[in-house]
């Protein structure tokens, strides 16, 4: 099956590489894109580099957007806030702001010249429910935004924005990834993981992405910086 | 009087700086973005730091994002592609693919964390009515994925994208900035401007920008790279 191209945003977690592999099953010709935006650790990139290796992709883009971590205001980029490590309410310091809007028009700008009308990405509003921009209501008007705001859409071209992960249990999502032969212990999802990739254990992502494993009946092969005996 | 902070998009070209002029006289705290992204020379950055000084802002900050340019796909970023020197149907080469999808998407994150509510860009649907994104439903759409997008959408906050310039002609748009006292020689429009910012007289930018002035009865102060005597 040959779907045609289609623009993946993958940052080397645990959803987006599951993310990957289900679009290469649907027949996408994919093209990886991978966002730095003055993250505290570089290990989820390198994580991106190895997923994107062993899932296949026809190209991996990183591209570097310092601005959005110079503008501050997110504990994902600013060493003055602390990451929380425990159950959080609301929204999160780790919001980014805006931050899945500029992913998806860094993502949107690369479809127009490829002349894929797809994109992929990861958000997921069961875990993140404290974040506004990972709801289905974002992405729909992303998607109506899409579609005025290119010379592909004014020409009839229908850019659609998946977010097939949207509405799934980590659990799910871990069982699907597992389905899909995906070896996770190369996913980094830790908000402050060390130079290796190895996981702090404690922080909002760990927690939720441990649990999964534990719901989902598959042993964690999350490597962590400590043992938790 | 004092409406609080904005997010003023400036790009050092003549619609850019009359918006900004505006946005101070409607007293906006006025926080300059100009965004660098592969545009071939870099004069019209330095125009853009000389109308802040002159107007006057809360702040400039310049961004650099070469993933723009990088993807290709316009004449502006591309040294492969022509700027044409001539009237141009449709939608032109130096439309620049999803540019100010991303461009407002920089200024939300910006404007989210300066607790700013008001974002103002220049667009233009009379001159640049074959950019996708310079259309009024391009900006009603923005706006409405702005108040889903954000921690202060969700939270009550309005986000309002101004967007004055978009119904004037170039006339009318230099008749507004000479009453605001704009010095229309520190502005640069022409696609292909020299190191010292000085204009081709040839490209659609150029040819808009002189009928403009012609059509509102003003000198034109443009610096040209030759004289058209």
Known sequence: M??????????GGLDSATLLALARERGYSCHALSIAYGQRHR???D?????????GVAEHRLVDIPALGQHGGSALTDDTLAVPEGPVQGIPVTYVP?????FLALALA????????????????VDYSGYPDCRPEFIAAFQVLANLATRAGVHGTRFVIHAPLIAMSKADI???????????????????A????????????????????????????????????
Do not use: H, K, M
Request: hydrophobic share 40%; proline share 2%; glycine share 8%.
């Open 174 to 192: 871990i069982r699907e990834g597992a389905r899909l032969g995906i070896d996770y212990s190369q996913t980094v999802s830790c908000y402050q």
């Open 194 to 229: 060390d130079e290796d990739g190895r996981a702090c254990g404690r922080c909002d992502a760990c927690r939720l992405r441990s649990a999964g494993f534990r719901a989902a009946g598959y042993p964690d092969p999350t490597l962590y910086q400590r043992s938790f005996a």
């Open 98 to 102: 805006a931050r899945n809007t500029v």
């Open 110 to 125: 690369w479809a127009e010249v490829l002349d894929a009308r797809d994109i992929f990405i990861g958000v997921n509003a």
């Open 2 to 11: 040959d779907s045609g191209r289609a623009v993946i945003l993958l940052s």
């Open 47 to 55: 994580a991106a580099r190895r997923v994107a290796r062993a899932i």
């Open 43 to 45: 290990a989820e990139l």
